[in-house]
């Protein structure tokens, strides 16, 4: 039977409340002696509160995601292996306005030809997305617009790119959610 591991890359003190956060780089489960499998989507930050309790202050990334820092006013930042710099809201414990909602997603996937990313907006914001192939490099870059509130989306039309696993970057007012899309012929 399969075991899963959760491995913590990164720690560090939010400084509103000076309490302890870790941060879960990704879930994996062995899937033999040498090889591991990350599941995708479980990058988390972890606030570790006094009395011992855990509460999930960021999550949803997508594994490639290995450190983060507060600045001094407590707002989340985030690196990924690429270099880049992600500002996140809070899923918990926060008085800022969230203006995407949670339940971005990529269809179909894995995809053939074109996926669309699929997402809501709960205000009018500026949007621009950016899709990279595991190596870093951009394959795609959607211009900057400013969507109204409601449901949106935005295609990639992969019919020249390789069979293989691409990440999106979707920046909405600043913040961002990633994924993985898988490109199948």
Known sequence: MAT?????????????????C???????SQVDSVTLDFFPGTGKVIKIMP?????????????????????AVGDL????????????????G??????????VQAFPNPFTDR???GFELKNAASVKANIY?????????????KLPAGQQSLTWEASSAQPGM???HLLVDGRVVSGLLQLAR
């Open 4 to 20: 899963a591991s959760t491995y913590l890359t990164d720690m560090g003190y939010d400084p509103v409340d000076s309490n302890l």
């Open 22 to 28: 870790v941060m879960q780089f990704s879930v994996f």
């Open 51 to 71: 009395n011992g309790d855990k509460v999930v202050i960021a999550d949803g990334f997508i594994g490639l995601t290995p450190s983060f820092t507060f600045d």
């Open 77 to 92: 930042y985030v690196t990924d292996l690429f270099g880049f710099v992600y500002k996140f809201d809070f899923v918990s």
């Open 94 to 103: 926060t008085s800022r306005p969230t203006v995407l909602a949670t339940n």
């Open 115 to 117: 996926v669309s990313i």
């Open 133 to 145: 192939d595991l190596n870093g490099r951009l394959v795609k870059a959607f211009d900057e617009e």
């Open 166 to 168: 691409y990440i999106y």
